[in-house]
C-alpha cells in the first residue's frame, strides 16, 4: 500500500476480519458494504493522484511488468538473448510472440521484483548490449515482416563508466535511429516509468501508447531536481512542473492514447491490465497496417517532425 | 521575450559582454594564468595544460569558417515556455531573458550556411552560455532544419556540439527533440550525404545519445568530456572516483567512440578535406547537384 492510499487502511483491516470470520461461508452483505466503500475511496484517490504520486504508482513493485504483459496478453513468446557482440543483457527481454493469433516482435525493458531479480535486471536499468540486442531483433523484425511492439519501463539507461566504455550514447542513438526507420508497424507501450534517453530508444513508434499512471519524463524527477536545484528531495516539485503524467502529455500531442488502468492501479489485477493493453495495442496495429507503407513512415516523420512548440 | 530579442546588439557587435576585460585569465583545468590576449589569440586553448575553452558561437564561427561566409537562418527563434515552468524560484521564462542578455542570443543553437576552404556547407553550433547549450524545442526545431536546409540544397552538414544535454525546463518535448533529430538525420544521410559532428567540452546526454554521435565522421577536441552521463552522476552510480581521462576525447577514442581528435587550429583544414573527400562523390548526389544547378540557371 502505498502512503497516499493510507486513509484506506482501516477499511482494508475491517474487510480482512469480516473475510476471516466468514471463511468459506461466501460472501456476506457486510463484505458487500465494506468493498464498495473501499472501491469508492481508491476512485477518489486515482482519480486526483498528483504527478509524483502517479510516479509512485508507476514504480510500484507489484506493477506489471513486460515479463507479466507476455504472461496475460500474448502466447507462444520465445526469447531470444544477446547483443551478438558482447553480452545478455537481461533489463532488456525480448522475442516473437503471438497477439491474439498474429506474430508480432515484442522488446521491453524488465526489472526485477526482489532484490535478487533486481539484481539480474539491473533495476531496468539497460546496458549498451540491452540497447543492441533491441536493436537487432528490431531489424530482424523487419526482415520478416513482424510488427514491433515495445514495453518501456526503466528509470533511466545505466550509467557507469563500463557503460560510457560500450558507448551507452551511441547504443541508445542508433537504437532510435533504426527504429525510427523501421518499415514495419511500430506500436510502443510506456508501462511504468519512461525515463529519459533510456526510456526513448525503443519508444520512437508510429503509436505511443501510455498506462493511465505511468509517466513519461526527460530525467526522472529526482534527477531534474538535482539539475535543477541541486536536491533530490524536491522530486515532488520536479514531477509536478515537468509534465510527466499520461493526461498531461496527452494534452501536449506528444502521446497517442492512454490506456485506462484497473481500479486502484494496474497492479491490483495484472490480467484486466494486460486485457487493456492487449485491445489497445491490437487496435493501433489494425489501423497502422491498413496504411500503405510509404504514408506511415510519412506520418511517422511527421508525428516527430511536428513537435516544435517555438516562437518566431 | 520578444521584447528583449529586439533590444539585442546587432550580429557582430554582441557576446562583448562575455569576454572578461581582464588582462590575465587563468586556465580552470591547470590553473594556469595566461595573458587574455594571448590566450584568445591561441583560440581560447591553454598554453600549458592545452586545455579547450568552451568556445561562444560566435568565437567557433570564426576560429572554424572561412572569413565573413556564415550567414545565419532564424537568428529570431526562441522558446514560447511551453510547460509555463515556474517552480521553487525557478522561473525559465526568467532565466531565458537572462541567458539572451548575457550571450546575445536568442537560443543555445545557432546555424547557416557557410564556407569552409572555399566549399559551401550547412553549419550549426551551440551556444554553451544560453542554458549550458541545453537541448529544448528551439534546438531541436533549428537543428532540424539545418539537415533539411542541407538535404534540400545537397551541402554537407557540420555541427559543433558543447552542451549538457536534454533541457528540464521543457520536458519530455525537450526528449523528443532527440527522436525529431536522429529521424531528419538518418533522411540526410539516406540521400548520400555527409556529417560531421565536432564534440567539444562538455558534451553530454541528449545531444551525445541523439544525433551528436552519429557523425559519418565524429570529430572531438582534445580533453572534452563526452558522455552519456557526467561526472557526477557517474561517480554516485559506481560509488567511486572517476580516473582523470575517463570519457575525455581519447577515453573515447581509444573504445571505438569517436574517429578523430583534433586541435581547434587544426579544425578548418580537417573539415576542408573530410568535405573534399567524402562530399563529391555519390553519383545519385551529383546527378541531383546538376539538377538543381540547371534549374538554378547556374
Known sequence: MLEFESSLRPLEHQLEEVRRRQAGNGSSADEEQLRSRLEDGLRDIYSQLTPWQKAQVARHRERPYTLDYLQWAFSDFVELHGDRSFADDRSIVGGPAMLEGRPVMVVGQQKGRDTKENLTRNFGMPHPEGYRKAERLMKAAERLGLPVVTFVDTPGAHAGLEDEERGQSEAIASSISTMLDLRVPTVCVIIGEGGSGGALAIAVADRILMLEHSTFTVASPEAAAAILWRDAAYAPDAAASMRITAQELRQLGLIDCIVPEPLGGAHQDHAAAARAVAEAVLSALVELESMREDERLDRRYDKYRRISFIEE | ?298
Request: aromatic share 6%; charged share 25%.
Open chain 2, 1 to 298: 521575450m520578444k521584447e528583449i530579442l529586439k533590444r539585442l546588439p546587432r550580429e557582430g557587435a554582441q557576446r562583448a559582454a562575455s569576454v572578461p576585460d581582464n588582462l590575465w585569465v587563468r586556465c580552470p583545468r591547470c590553473k594556469e594564468l595566461q595573458y587574455t590576449k594571448e590566450h584568445e589569440q591561441s583560440l581560447k586553448v591553454c598554453s600549458k595544460c592545452k586545455y579547450h575553452w568552451p568556445l561562444t558561437a560566435r568565437e567557433r564561427i570564426d576560429a572554424t569558417l572561412d572569413a565573413g561566409t556564415f550567414r545565419e537562418i532564424d537568428a529570431g527563434m526562441h522558446s514560447s515556455d511551453p510547460l509555463h515552468f515556474s517552480s521553487r524560484g525557478e522561473v525559465y521564462g526568467d532565466k531565458l531573458e537572462q541567458y539572451a542578455r548575457q550571450t546575445g542570443a536568442a537560443e543555445s543553437f545557432i546555424y547557416g550556411t557557410g564556407a569552409v576552404d572555399g566549399q559551401s556547407l550547412v553549419f550549426g553550433v551551440t551556444e554553451f552560455g544560453f542554458a549550458g547549450g541545453s537541448m529544448g524545442a528551439v534546438f531541436g526545431e533549428k537543428l532540424t532544419r539545418a539537415i533539411e536546409l542541407a538535404r534540400r540544397e545537397l551541402l554537407p552538414l557540420v555541427v559543433v556540439s558543447s552542451g549538457g544535454g536534454a533541457r528540464m525546463q521543457e520536458g519530455t518535448i525537450s526528449l523528443l527533440q532527440m527522436a525529431k533529430t536522429v529521424a531528419a538525420l538518418d533522411r540526410f544521410k539516406a540521400a548520400g550525404l555527409p556529417f560531421l559532428s565536432v564534440m567539444a567540452d562538455p558534451c553530454l546526454g541528449g545531444m551525445t545519445a541523439s544525433y551528436a554521435i552519429l557523425g559519418d565522421v565524429n570529430i572531438a577536441e582534445p580533453g572534452a568530456y563526452i558522455g552519456f552521463a557526467g561526472r557526477r552522476v557517474i561517480e554516485q552510480t559506481m560509488r567511486q572516483k572517476l580516473p582523470q581521462n575517463a570519457a575525455r576525447a581519447e577515453f573515447l577514442l581509444e573504445h571505438g567512440m569517436i574517429d578523430i581528435v583534433v586541435a581547434r587550429a587544426e579544425l578548418p583544414s580537417l573539415l576542408g578535406r573530410l568535405v573534399r573527400l567524402l562530399a563529391t562523390s555519390n553519383p545519385a548526389v551529383a546527378r541531383r547537384r546538376g539538377r538543381v544547378e540547371q534549374h538554378a540557371g547556374v
